[in-house]
């Protein structure tokens, strides 16, 4: 016959760790401050562009009637502000009987479980803004279910660059690639002025471009280089 005081279900047992696996939190974006933050009090927004006129001046002989100044266009687009509500709650049989996480003998309390919701809805909202200025540095936002909430390209009348860097082909010049990005920039600044480019890539363009063959022969003769850039009178 079996003893029920020695059986295991009447046992107790130590709690020697907890672990919270908590998923990631992306916020390369926020972090550069690329699109900073600015409250308004209106359900829709309104983006004025100028398109200013620059032309060469021709020289005419003295006592001619002098060029006329051309004005610049005024374009007016106006944008809906997506509405995104989030709600949640705590039902009852997430406090009611319910041991503290990490806790041996402490039950959970209402406090700590709104807060747990708090956090992840705060996290969620973070998460989904980060996805919203990701799409707009692509050119392209889409909603949470993939649909398309605006495309920038075409709402500003942009005809986007494609440039095929061809990685797979260990002739293909790595450099012309990055140049006619870079020209395009230039090109494209509108009077604005740059002081470097800051590409995000994904993991797989990382890797395909680092260990190309012409990049990485390229960095070995930028490292031997370092003793004739670089004063080395200090040791």
């Known amino acids: 016959m079996n003893n029920p005081f020695e059986s295991p279900a009447f046992s107790m047992t130590a709690l020697t760790a907890a672990i919270n696996l908590l998923p990631n939190n992306y916020g390369r974006l926020e972090q550069m401050g690329l699109m900073p933050e600015k ?15 620059l032309t060469l001046l021709p020289t005419l002989p003295v006592g001619a009637p002098g060029t006329v100044g051309k004005r610049g266009k005024r374009a007016l687009r106006t944008f809906t502000i997506p509405h995104i509500p989030h709600d949640d709650v705590v039902l009852p049989e997430e406090v009611q009987g319910v041991r503290a996480f990490g806790s041996e003998s402490e039950v959970q309390t209402l406090a700590q479980v709104m ?8 996290n969620k ?20 279910d993939g649909s ?3 495309d920038l390209y075409q709402e500003f009348g942009i005809t986007p660059k494609v440039v095929n860097f ?5 002739n293909t ?3 012309k690639k990055c140049l006619a990005i870079k020209r395009h920039l230039e ?4 009077g ?25 022969k390229a960095y070995e003769r930028w490292q031997d280089g370092a003793a004739l850039r670089s004063d080395m009178r200090a040791g």
Do not use: W
């Open 39 to 53: 409250p308004v009090r209106f359900r829709s927004i309104a983006v004025e562009e100028k398109n200013g006129v």
């Open 173 to 175: 010049d790595v450099k």
């Open 115 to 122: 807060a747990e919701h708090l956090q992840t809805m705060r």
């Open 166 to 170: 061809n990685l797979g082909n260990a």
């Open 148 to 150: 398309t909430l605006y």
């Open 187 to 190: 090109d494209n600044l509108k």
């Open 192 to 216: 604005e002025r740059m002081t470097g480019i800051h590409c995000l890539v994904s993991e797989e363009f990382f890797d395909a471009l680092t260990s190309h063959p012409k990049v990485e």
């Open 125 to 144: 909202h973070a998460i989904t803004l980060e996805h919203l200025r990701m799409g707009a540095l692509k050119g392209v936002i889409l909603d949470a």
